[in-house]
């Protein structure tokens, strides 16, 4: 079963224009972290926010957190060409070291030039 | 660094056969982990290895899957009598934390293994 939910499922934009994902979540959490997948590549690892924290950013990346209502979002400004990808969250489960993370459907993002 | 690598990268089977999937985690990291990527899915958890000790393998979907880690490095997951169901991307990755309260939890995944089942 897959807790986290990405919104919306499909996203289209113009180079330049800002990107936002959302990701809902079930079960307290440590960590939330964003992936993302290129077509025919692994995931590669974009930013973790930590369950105390509320805002992260790196680079063209800003992550928000809000456990009160289990969710997070992940903004990506100033869209290229590059940023075409699948993106997921993922939690861990609070209560378990060392557990597996557990992914969204992830939101497909397509930069169009 | 060399990443996580895994191979065959492809791997094309007949319903019934016995397919062995291998994965190189980056030297040094503690923690293993086995996802399977159905298409238009996120990963889902398959097993997971702390060294060569397989602590958790509640998401492996049958008895037909069983991985292996004997040597606390290089893990091979294996799939008897492949059905057509098993069809995904299987993805592999590693961590160098065994503790994630309090330390950075990223995992590194490799590119996976394609494997088809006809």
């Known amino acids: 079963s897959q807790q986290g939910e990405e919104d919306p499922q499909a996203l289209s934009i113009q180079e330049g224009e800002n990107a936002t994902m959302n990701c809902s979540y079930k079960?307290?959490?440590?960590?939330l972290q964003w992936y993302r997948q290129n077509s025919g590549r692994g995931l590669v690892h974009l930013i973790l926010?930590?369950?105390?924290?509320r805002e992260k950013h790196s680079g063209r990346l800003r992550v928000t957190l809000d456990t009160s209502k289990k969710s997070s979002s992940l903004l990506i400004t100033a869209s290229r060409a590059a940023d075409t990808a699948s993106y997921f969250c993922?939690?861990?489960?609070?209560?378990?070291?060392?557990?597996?993370?557990?992914f969204g459907k992830g939101t497909t993002l397509s930069v169009s030039s | 660094g060399a990443g996580v690598s895994q191979s065959p990268r492809y791997k094309v089977a007949k319903r019934g056969q016995d397919v062995a999937l291998r994965c190189d985690p980056i030297?040094?990291?503690?923690?293993l982990f086995w996802y399977q990527q159905a298409l238009g899915q996120g990963p889902e958890f398959l097993t997971y290895?702390?060294?060569?000790?397989?602590?958790?393998k509640s998401g492996l979907p049958s008895d037909r899957f069983f991985a292996e880690r004997p040597e606390g490095s290089v893990s091979t997951l294996k799939i008897q009598r492949t059905q057509q169901e098993d069809s995904a991307v299987y993805l592999c990755?590693?961590?160098?934390?065994?503790?994630?309260?309090?330390?950075?939890?990223?995992?590194?995944f490799g590119p996976g293994t394609r494997l088809t089942v006809t």
């Open positions: 290895f702390q060294n060569e000790a397989q602590l958790d």
């Open positions: 926010i930590r369950s105390n924290e």
């Open positions: 990755a590693s961590s160098l934390s065994q503790e994630m309260r309090f330390s950075s939890y990223e995992q590194y």
């Open positions: 079960t307290s959490i440590n960590n």
């Open positions: 030297s040094g990291h503690v923690s």
């Open positions: 993922a939690t861990d489960a609070a209560n378990q070291a060392g557990t597996a993370l557990i």
